[in-house]
């Protein structure tokens, strides 16, 4: 097996490995290898295309900019491209996720192009720290050629999550899950639910994504399928970001953008009644505990032939860890992205994480914890923390 020696590793093109190689690009440290089995921008290129941000497009075009090599693409790329059709957009508005999508293609194409970059086509299956060096053997299974292994001291994973899936809350109930990524792609959804006889989708859920899928299926509702209708189980009140004297209550957690408009103007109690939406929807409010919650389950889940479950985002599966060939289990530090061994407080050497699989810990002036999710967020906690990764 042929075997490189780099100064580090980043495993992930997403949007937060293309920002850790922006960062660690700008720090000159020698060859960084970065390894993703297609580098076209994570899930936001292949699964969010057509959701709407819910982030301003400033804050994609501060991304864009953010580091001296992405200018650098940004100089060599002819124009129109996917940066100029950004810059053209109205900053303070939000935008399709296609246009963001992009952006980060089109870093990821010149980034690849650079001296420093060994970019490899393929996925990072295991990665073994040798204690007495620092150093990591990181072994990848490339697309379409051999395996190969590469030294590195820094290893960064930005590995991304996917949507969670919960069990079926009732016992043998026959109901077709939806997966929430078609959920959320609305040329996808009106292919697959049948038009011409009645269906009722069960929605879970009442954050960010849950609003998206129910705005989706309303549509679907009101236009070429008129007999498909929703259950919107929900156990909590419908939770806004509220804009502050210079913060944001809820900045990470709160309904912004387009799913704010909706919501407010169309799923509240009071709105329901007469909304276009609450023509077409029915609300489950399935709060007040487990057995609350289960007994609205138990009465109204059936009835409903597809669920689609948007509860929120699990970690993607990591390379298999080893220290001294023993396997690693490991913490994420999420102030510091550092990792430490499970049960002992000392950080694991090279070793750190970004993105939505591991996000900052934010603490807002009220003192609520949120972890940061987001483009633009992703670049801020790498400017803070790569200094101490390479140091
Ligand atoms: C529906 C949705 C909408 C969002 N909208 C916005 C928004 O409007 N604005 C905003 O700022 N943020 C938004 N976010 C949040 C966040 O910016 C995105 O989730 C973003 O795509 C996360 O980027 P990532 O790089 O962490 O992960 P991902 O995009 O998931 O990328 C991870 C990459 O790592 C690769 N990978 C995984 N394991 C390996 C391995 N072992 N070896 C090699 N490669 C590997 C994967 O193939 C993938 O390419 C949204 C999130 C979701 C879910
Ligand atoms: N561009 C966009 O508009 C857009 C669209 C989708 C997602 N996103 C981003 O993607 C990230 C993930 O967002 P998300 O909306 O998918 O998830 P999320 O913000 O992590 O929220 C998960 C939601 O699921 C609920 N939940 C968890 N377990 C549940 C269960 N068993 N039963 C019922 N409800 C349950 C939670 O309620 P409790 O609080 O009660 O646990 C919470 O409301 C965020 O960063 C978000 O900004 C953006």
Redesign the pocket.
């Known amino acids: 097996m042929a075997t490189r020696k780099c100064a580090a590793v980043v495993?992930?093109?997403?949007?937060?490995?293309v920002a850790v190689m922006g960062n660690l690009l700008e720090r000159q440290l020698g060859t960084i290898a970065w390894?993703?089995?297609?580098f076209?921008?994570?899930?936001?290129h292949s699964k969010?295309r057509e959701?709407p941000?819910?982030?301003k497009v400033s804050?994609?075009q501060a991304f864009a900019t953010a580091t001296q090599p992405f200018q650098k693409v940004i100089n060599n790329t002819k124009a129109p491209n996917a940066f100029s059709a950004l810059a053209k957009l109205d900053q303070e508005s939000?935008c399709q996720?296609g246009y963001?999508a992009d952006m980060v293609r089109s870093l990821t194409e010149g980034l690849m192009k650079m001296d420093d970059v060994y970019a490899c086509h393929?996925?990072?299956?295991s990665a073994h720290l040798n204690e007495t060096t620092s150093n990591w053997t990181i072994r990848i299974k490339q697309n379409s050629s051999e395996d190969l292994e590469i030294e590195a001291a820094r290893l960064i994973l930005?590995?991304?999550?996917f949507p969670t899936s919960a069990p079926i809350p009732v016992a043998g109930l026959d109901i077709q899950r939806l997966d929430l990524d078609l959920v959320?792609k609305p040329s996808d959804l009106a292919k697959t639910l049948p038009a011409e006889k009645p269906v009722t989708v069960a929605v879970v859920g009442a954050s960010?994504?849950a609003i998206?899928a129910i705005l989706n299926l309303t549509t679907l509702a009101q236009t070429s399928h008129p007999l498909l209708r929703i259950r919107w189980f929900t156990r909590h009140a419908l939770r806004y970001a509220e804009y502050k004297d210079g913060w944001v209550l809820r900045d990470n957690t709160g309904l912004k953008g387009l799913a704010a408009d909706f919501a407010r103007s169309e799923l509240e109690d009071d709105k329901l009644r007469t909304s276009r939406a609450g023509q077409v929807l029915t609300k489950i409010d399935c709060a007040g505990g487990k057995e609350a919650e289960a007994s609205q389950y138990r009465r109204y889940m059936p009835g409903c032939e597809y669920l689609v479950q948007a509860v929120g985002?699990t970690r993607?599966s990591?390379?298999d860890l080893f220290k001294n060939g023993n396997p690693l289990a490991i913490g994420f530090d999420h102030d510091s992205g550092r990792f430490h061994e499970a049960g002992n407080s000392e950080d694991v050497p090279g070793l750190f994480g970004?993105?939505?699989?591991f996000p900052e810990r934010v603490v807002d002036p009220l003192g609520n914890e949120e972890y940061a999710?987001?483009?633009?967020?992703?670049m801020k906690f790498l400017k803070r923390v790569v200094p101490s990764w390479t140091s």
Not at 122 to 125: A, C, D, E, K, Q
């Open positions: 495993v992930g093109a997403g949007p937060a490995g390894i993703d089995p297609s076209e921008a994570g899930r936001v969010y959701v941000s819910n982030t804050l994609f939000t996720l963001a393929g996925s990072v299956r930005c590995t991304g999550s959320l960010h994504s998206l985002f993607g990591l390379p970004a993105g939505i699989a999710v987001g483009f633009w967020k992703f």
